[in-house]
């Protein structure tokens, strides 16, 4: 067996939700004479903030739309104004299409309802410009849309901007953070890093900075990409846990404008335009005015004058209307919800905070459902939920460090494990090396040692599973390390690592660091269906107060054999205890770092008498520990011990009393 004093690094990595805005932030470095703006890339708006004397403010709006004429580019605002009389040449909606090849159902779903041309170029998707006969590709459209934001951030900020941040879906592969970055290229940037949506959006709330664990659920819903993430704050560090998106779910904006155009067919006697683009800018701006308006007062006017369908047609449209007409959406979306906390393995009750993003979390139908499903627990919308991620932007970028930038980092990742990866210790629980909430590259340590003194061979045994026990989870394999050479218990010291690449291989080094001997394994990704891992995951939710109880207990009796095991430790007549007899009555003892006494030494003279009266309690305390079952003796039975023989060895001033941290810092 082994024990564990373990200790973790992390790999840089974050997830980002779908947001239908595109934000940027901008951190303002007065020793660099090039600032860094950052990019929450999404389908329609952009958003720029600054952080600047402590805060984060918003900059401008610009639409992420652009159209060419025959004489010019027009990008922005200017381009979304001429959308309506200039459909085959204005391109918008990108972000479903860069990085993607031509095969794929967003690419297909893309070329029915876009009015321009969307074609096969070598397996990817190019846009026909018909004005300009011209062909561009999405990664070249989108670097338009960064110019113009990098642009907006120069002109703000009087200097030149050099390096880019951009957030990114947690469901965009390689290939799209890919393109991102190559379209980061071609706007001019020096250096382009991706960066997460749902991390920002809790830094804007500054949450869980003052706790060790904290969960965050954030909640983006928008134009129908619905995504729900979980994000695992730890050490005031927020890396991503996991996140379950649904792009099937249809838009809140379809359900209003099938009702508006059944009102006015039903008003006008004939059918509503069958125009594609005219129907989506009905969608896209006049239904996402009035959902948005709908967010803060109980009705609106839909006008479709501006659609050339009919004179003066305009719909009066409650927030009832509206729920009714959208009633399906409202129930699909708590079941994704569940999904995600299925997922990361949580319960409602460990929730500790929820965030909403996009403009169709301003619903107030959709803060009552969650505040609802969490049994009343608020949901923060103080931010604009359009804006949350752009000011939680500008405030990680406040935080940047001018080596993090010059040097470009991929912060973001797209990968984690179904199930924690660890090592059995002591008592046959489980350490977790590598924890579920770590996403993927990931890698970390542990150290342990002997349990015995003169012991030559340890035995490493590798687990994955969800439960505290080894005996629940499930045996990956193991790693003999031989040769580790006689010594007392705790004093070799083998460091474990695993480590995960974004293929799940895990690869398990051992590395004796007295000897530098070492040795290593590697496990391919272990294939488990969804159903085996919903089952995994139900079962850890039915056996927890079970599996928590008897963790409790094997925890206990550790403790209480670790502090017997260092009391007679120190007792015993070894030069390396640090005792030595002074009289043929008295043995002087000597121990570093007692917590109580002042100075880095304390020496106590003890007495034979006292000293056989402390081993006959160490005997004692022995026996019971050897009958004592950890899976069926409470906790308290073994807490009790341990206080009557801490009681016992008190009893003089001239007793050993061994500090309890130094204890705790020893066992499992």
Not at 348 to 357: A, F, G, N, T
Request: charged fraction near 25%; include cysteine.
């Amino acid at each position: 067996m082994i024990r564990s004093h373990l200790s973790f690094w992390r790999s840089g990595s974050y997830l980002a939700v779908v947001l239908l805005s595109i934000s940027a932030f901008v951190c303002v470095d007065a020793d660099d004479p090039r600032h860094v703006i950052g990019i929450d890339f999404g389908l329609l708006n952009s958003l720029v903030s600054v952080f600047q004397d402590g805060q984060a403010k918003v900059i401008a709006s610009t639409p992420s739309y652009v159209a060419f004429t025959e004489d010019q580019c027009l990008v922005g605002l200017a381009a979304k104004n001429q959308a309506l009389t200039n459909p085959e040449n204005t391109i918008f909606g990108m972000k479903r299409l860069i990085g993607r090849s031509f095969e794929e159902e967003e690419v297909q779903e893309a070329m029915r309802t876009s009015p321009f041309e969307i074609f096969n170029r070598d397996g990817k998707p190019a846009i026909k410009v018909k004005v300009t006969e011209q062909i561009v590709s999405p990664e070249e459209t989108v670097a338009r849309i960064l110019q113009k934001l990098k642009s907006t951030a120069e002109n703000y900020l009087g200097g030149s901007v050099g390096s880019a941040v951009i957030a990114v879906p947690g469901s965009f592969e390689v290939a799209q953070r890919d393109a991102i970055r190559n379209a980061g290229t071609i706007a001019g940037f020096t250096s382009v890093d991706v960066y997460t949506g749902a991390t920002l959006a809790g830094r804007a709330y500054n949450l869980g900075e003052d706790k060790n664990d904290y969960n965050v659920l954030v909640y983006s819903l928008e134009y129908g990409q619905f995504e729900v993430s979980v994000v695992f704050i730890e050490d005031g560090v927020p890396p991503f846990l996991t996140t379950l998106s649904n792009h099937d779910l249809g838009s809140f904006n379809h359900g209003m404008v099938d009702h508006v155009i059944k009102l006015w067919e039903r008003k006008m006697g004939k059918p509503f335009t069958k125009d594609i683009h005219k129907q989506a800018m009905l969608r896209d701006e006049e239904a996402e005015k009035a959902k948005i308006a709908l967010g803060s007062q109980m009705q609106t006017l839909l006008n479709l004058k501006s659609f050339h369908v009919v004179r003066d047609f305009a719909e009066v449209l409650t927030s009832k209307e509206f729920e009714e007409s959208d009633a399906d959406l409202f129930q699909k979306i708590l079941g994704l919800v569940d999904n995600v906390l299925i997922k990361s393995g949580l319960s409602k009750s460990e929730i500790d905070d929820i965030i909403l993003v996009g403009s169709s979390s301003r619903i107030p139908k959709v803060a009552d459902l969650l505040e609802f499903y969490f049994n009343g627990k608020k949901v923060h919308n103080a931010i604009s939920p359009d804006k949350v991620v752009a000011y939680g932007a500008a405030v990680q970028g406040g935080l940047w460090e001018k080596p993090v930038r010059e040097a470009g980092c991929d912060c973001d990742t797209y990968t984690w494990p179904a199930f924690h990866l660890g090592i059995e210790t002591i008592g046959g629980l489980m350490i977790n090396v590598i924890p579920r909430h770590l996403s993927l590259p990931a890698k970390n340590s542990c150290i342990v040692s002997t349990t015995a003194d003169n012991q030559s061979t340890a035995r490493i045994r590798i687990f994955e599973g969800l439960r505290p026990l080894c005996k629940d989870n499930t045996l990956l394999g193991h790693l003999d390390f031989e040769g580790i050479g006689t010594s007392s218990r705790g004093a070799p010291q083998i460091e474990v690592t695993f480590d995960v690449d974004l293929d799940e291989v895990l690869t398990v080094s051992l590395l004796e660091k007295g000897t530098g001997k070492s040795k290593s394994i590697v496990f391919n990704k272990r294939d488990v269906n969804e159903d085996e891992i919903y089952r995994l995951y139900m079962e850890r939710d039915e056996f927890y107060e079970e599996d928590q109880l008897v963790k409790a207990q094997i925890e206990a009796k550790l403790d209480l054999s670790s502090y017997v095991n260092h009391l007679n430790h120190y007792l015993a007549e070894k030069p390396h205890a640090g005792s030595r007899f002074t009289s043929e009555n008295t043995m002087e003892i000597q121990i570093a770092g007692d917590a109580n006494l002042e100075g880095d030494q304390w020496t106590s003279t003890l007495s034979m008498q006292d000293r056989y009266k402390v081993q006959a309690a160490i005997r004692r305390a022995q026996e019971w520990l050897t009958v004592a079952d950890a899976a069926s003796t409470a906790k308290e039975e073994f807490d009790r011990q341990k206080s009557e023989l801490k009681a016992m060895v008190a009893t003089s001033p001239q007793i050993l009393r061994y500090p309890d941290e130094n204890v705790a810092a020893l066992a499992v």
